[in-house]
Structures are given as C-alpha cells and as structure tokens.
C-alpha cells in the first residue's frame, strides 16, 4: 500500500489503467458506502420482504403514524443517518472516500417534475463535509427511474427494470445526470459520477443490448456540461457480466465490480483484470462486504495487491456485527417486523415511541463501534490474518514453494500452495457467511509449508507509528518439530517453535517491532513441514 491512505486533492482522473489526483499522483480509492442512507433498504432494518424497499418501508411508517409524522420521521432520518460525525470518523480511520447511494425519489418533490431543493442542499452539505476532512465522493444512482434491476435494490414498483421499458424513465435518468453534473461540475471533491447501480440480474438479461446505448446518452449528457468528472459505469448482473463492455465510451472512464461471498482469490476476479488490459481503464470494486471479517482480510487485500479501488458495503446498519457501525435495535421493533408479516398493527403511540427511539439510535455515538471490521479492511493491528489470505503478488513475491501442489478447492488453484481443510471433509471452499457469522471449524483452512516455504502478509500502520507487537502463529509441527521464523521487511524479527503434532498457538519469543507504513510480515517453515492456520499481530 504505497503512500498514505489519503491522497485526496483535486480533480481525480483517469490515466490508462490507474486514477490519478489533482497533483498527477497515482491513487486507489478506499472508502465505505451509505447503504441505506439516501435509499433506505430492508434488510438493514431488519425487516422481511412487506418492508425490502424504500416505496414499502415510507408505506408501513405512514400507515402507522400519519402522513405529516411520517414526514417529519424521514426528515429527521436523513439528517441524522450520515452526520458530520460520521465523516469525520471514516477519515480519521484512513479511508479516503465514501460512495453515496441515491434514489431517484430523493432528488424530487414529490408528485412534481421538479427538483426537492431541501434535498439537494441537503446533499452539498455532505459533499461540503467530505470536502472539509478529505474524502472523495462517488455519486451512484442506486436507484433510478422506474428501477434499473426490476429487484428491491432499487426500489422497483412493479418488479420489472420499467428504466429500459419506458422511455419516459429513459428521459428522466438523462435529465438527473445532467442535473447533477451541472451543480457539482466544480466541485473537486465529487470523484465520479457512478451510473446506474447493478442495472439488469440475469434474469432480465434479454434487455442488456439496451444498457451501453443508454450508458453512452447519460455520459453526452454529462458531457455538454461537465467536461473534468470521472465517468464510473457497472457491469449487468449485479455489475459482474462485463461482456457488456467492448469499448471505450469516454476518456474520463472507470469500470465498476461487485463481489460479495465467493472466494477471495485471483481466478474470481480474473475476467475483470483482462479487461482492464482489453480497454486500458482503471477498475473499481465498488460494493463488496456483508461476509465476516475473515473474509475481509483476504478480499480487501486481494484488491490492494492487483491495484484495484475498493468501496466496503456498508458503513452503517441495524443490529450487526459485519460493519462498523451498528444501530441498536429499539425495544418493541419486533412489533413493526410482526406488523409487515401481517400481524397486529401497533398503536399510533406504541409505532411512535419505537421510531423514534430508532431515529435516536442513528447518530454515531449511539452506535455500537467495530473497530476490528475498520482493521480488516485497513491491515491495521490488532488484526488476525488467516494463512490462506497471504499476498496476492504471486510466487517469489507473496510466497515462495519448493514444490508445486496441484489441487482442485476452488480457491488459490492457481498458486500451487498446499491449501488443505483443518477439520472438514469438505473438498470445495466455502465463503458464504453474509450475515458476519464467524467461521465454523469445519471451515477453516490451513497451509502446508515444507522447510524454506514461506508466506508473506502485509499490514499499514498509521504515519508516525513505531510499536512493538506481539505475533502469535496457530501451527502444528506435521512430523513432530518446526519452528516459524518471522521476518519484518526483510529483517529476523523472531521465531515460534513447535512441538508434537496438535494445533497449538504460540507466541514468538521476541516482540517485533512495526514502524509506520506498509509492513511485510513473512513466516518461513524451519526444521521441519509446519501447518499454519493463521497468524496474529497484536500491541
């Protein structure tokens, strides 16, 4: 991770491959989204399927305390999911941006054609803030005219991408982009204009000829008043099929991928580094997370190593562990979630109490904080590491093996590590844990290292940091003795041994100290075949 974990100044733009700021230097964007800020989704409330969206959730908050309760709830919700202190803490973690979701219904007033100007200032001042503590903002339209997807996500009417089935939703997506062009067009800190969101599942797949002609009239509209944003665009099927893209629409250009539970190696994300060299254009993971923090060690470093911008979904949600930040549940939700199950409905006075207390809850500091989601993310200790997350460089720069091993798990195939299951009879690897739940046993995977193996992982201490750290290795010695010998940046830095053939957690014998910036932890097999099955870095 070259530089520091900011960078943020100026215009951003493409420069073949890469993005680069105002100065010409070369960046990644790593940021966090505001899912279901600007388009409130239903799984975040923790609400079943009669609440998944937007249009569903404003119905049940106005069927149970009137229409003009219910406008001063959202009023408040808006002003109080993403505040001035969320923004602040997402830079002072080091992140160097933020994405914003948008539906379209925001930006109106309601019943009208025209624009809802307490919205939209409502909006620079979020722009306003990012400017102040230095994070780039990526506007995406997460949900457009009519839906984009035909799916909750967007907060579709009728189910169906009604966007590339009328021509009025059509006309109204242009318009939007020129509008939001034309009032951010001088606006440095606005990194890119994010098209559409996941436009067109599999499903809806007939329609997808439809996409790129639709891409190339919102990108002239933009550019007969915006000639500096960078142009963001998604791929169909949850923004992964990117048989869609067979040229280059705008110089200003950055294509846009979703990943979220597959495995965290090279192969998954292959088709999209074949056509970042295909197009010569810059690439940007945009939406990805909702896993544990396991998987987030290796997919966020999968990214950093193939020089990949990444977007972590999301900042903020109700009763979680998977993000940073958690909205404690009020007393009585139960009773919203029964209601929309067709349930009793609450009182006026019972529904009020609890959507407040919800409204109360959002601010940060009435937030349960998860610094070790922000950790994962970042590298930064305390961290533990799974082995299998070593450096995505490849051999002789991420790892290094005598001996090739040819096996089929469907994870890191490709690299001929011994990857093996701890205590599974398992033969595929499985990464689906969406809800944040932690690993079983029957999960974990381990690496086999003959002597002079070795696996390298790397971590970004904050600029000014030099602390000692303790590094404890899970291991067993296959043949009965092995020791760890660990090096930082190259230097010994201490060693674990290990006896008999149990897993056992051992601690090197020295306290390693990491300065500030990018820090390469390397563990070496010695005296004999050793199993790591992760590594722990802790102050």
Known sequence: MAGRLGDVNGFVKRAGQKIVNGAGEEILLRGVGFGSWLLPEGYMWRFPEAGDRPRRIEKMVRELIGEDKAASFWEIYY???IAEADIRRIAEEGFNSVRFPINWRFLMAEGTDHYNEKHMALLDRAIGWCREHKLYVVLDLHGAPGGQTGANIDDSENDQPELFLNDDYRKLTIDIWRMLAERYKDEWIVAGYDLLNEPLPDW?????????????EMVAAIREVDDRHMIIIEGAHWATDWSVFNEVIDENLMLQFHKYWNSPDTASIQKFL????????????????????????????????????????????????????SIIMPEGWDKLVAYLDGGDKPSAEAAEQILWAYLEN????????????????LFRTP????????????????????????????FRDEDGTDIRFTDSERETAHFQHGGGQSWEPQDWLHVRLAP?????????????????????????AIEGEAVAVIRVNNHLAGICAFTGTEWQETAAVERVTLASGRCRVTIKAEGGPLAVEWVRLER
């Open 79 to 81: 002003n109080t999911y």
């Open 204 to 216: 809806n797949a007939q329609y997808n000829d439809r996409l790129m002609p639709l891409y190339k």
């Open 274 to 325: 074949d056509k970042r060299e295909e197009l010569n254009l810059p690439i940007y993971m945009g939406e990805g997370g909702e896993n544990n923090i396991e998987w987030y060690t290796g997919a966020f470093r999968l990214y950093e190593d193939h020089h990949i911008s990444w977007n972590f979904w999301t900042w903020k949600k109700l009763s979680t562990t998977n993000s940073p930040c």
């Open 362 to 377: 959002l601010a940060l500091d009435r937030c349960v904080y998860h610094p070790e989601v922000v950790r994962s993310l």
């Open 383 to 410: 961290i533990r590491i799974p082995a299998i997350f070593y450096g995505y460089y490849g051999e002789g720069t991420s790892y290094g093996v005598g001996e090739r091993t040819i096996r089929q798990l469907g």
């Open 452 to 476: 002079g193996d070795w696996l390298v992982y790397e971590l970004y201490l904050p600029e000014g940091t030099e602390l000692e750290h303790v590094v404890t290795v899970r291991a067993k």
